[in-house]
């Protein structure tokens, strides 16, 4: 079976795996104070040239869209509204690889609750990492990280995320790049405290055609499923006598677009 192509071809560079590529993925959320509770589950996740984003054969492009509307919305591709981001923070990349760990846009719908971008110069050597998160309210921010060579980081809370959690408090997180394997965490750390962790563990499997309907046969709509389980756990929570946190007015939090 062909793999999924790419768009035009793209220098030899990291990571060292077939691209474009798919990850089967668990996803696990653990929260310890005030209250214990924890869940997983299953989706699978795209890793992407940017410059060379997957072009499917025609009867399959419902099944895997990549568009800027989901990720900076007034640029006209998710390259240029990167570059434009890593612009207005100082850093150049020079035409360097970027690649990007996301869902796809399946049948007109996506939730990517992190989208992970490594970017390099054009050297190939990591510049930084772009984590870009979205909830459930619409909203969105980017974190620019300067992971060290385990490519562990730090960014303060500046996103309103959980109604359980104020913005407050910093996140500790693990993003080496994805090779045969995917691990990435997520921690809060909030007065010398951890009580959220969240992490993401894949396996990589080369985009083929094959491979796609593989995924989206055990995991239909994966994506909607995602948001879906995060909002029937919250309900869950209520229950269980966590306080609420009000969501901060939407002007006041910085890096935010639409």
């Known amino acids: 079976m062909d793999r999924v192509a790419p768009a035009a071809p793209t220098p030899p560079a990291l990571p060292s795996v077939a691209l474009p590529a798919l990850y089967d993925c668990v996803v696990s959320h653990a929260r310890t104070a005030p209250v214990r509770h924890s869940f997983r589950h299953l989706t699978y996740m795209w890793l992407v040239d940017l410059d060379a984003l997957p072009r499917l054969p025609r009867p399959l492009r419902p099944l895997a869209r990549f568009d800027a509307r989901d990720h900076f919305a007034a640029a006209p591709t998710i390259r240029a509204g990167l570059d434009a981001y890593l612009s207005s923070r100082g850093v150049h990349l020079d035409g360097g690889r970027v690649l990007m760990l996301a869902h796809a846009r399946i049948l007109g719908y996506v939730s990517n609750p992190l989208t992970l971008y490594w970017c390099h110069d054009r050297a190939g050597t990591l510049v930084c990492v772009v984590a870009e998160v979205h909830h459930a309210y619409g909203q969105r921010h980017c974190h620019l990280l300067r992971t060290d060579g385990a490519g562990r980081a730090g960014?303060?809370?500046?996103?309103?995320?959980?109604?359980?959690?104020?913005?407050?408090?910093?996140?500790?997180?693990?993003?080496?790049?994805?090779?045969?394997?995917?691990?990435i965490t997520v921690q809060l750390e909030r007065a010398g405290?951890?009580?959220?962790?969240?992490?993401l563990h894949g396996?990589?499997?080369?985009?083929?055609?094959?491979?796609?309907?593989?995924a989206?046969?055990?995991?239909?709509?994966?994506?909607?499923?995602?948001?879906?389980?995060?909002?029937?756990?919250?309900?869950?929570?209520?229950?269980?006598?966590?306080?609420?946190?009000?969501r901060p007015d939407r002007a006041l939090q910085e890096g935010l677009s639409s």
């Open 155 to 183: 960014a303060p809370e500046e996103l309103y995320v959980s109604p359980f959690f104020p913005v407050d408090g910093r996140h500790l997180v693990r993003l080496p790049e994805p090779r045969e394997r995917l691990g």
């Open 193 to 199: 405290q951890r009580p959220f962790t969240a992490t």
């Open 203 to 214: 396996h990589h499997r080369p985009a083929t055609t094959l491979a796609l309907l593989r």
């Open 216 to 246: 989206v046969a055990r995991r239909p709509w994966s994506t909607a499923v995602v948001r879906a389980r995060i909002r029937r756990h919250a309900v869950r929570l209520l229950p269980r006598g966590l306080p609420v946190q009000p």
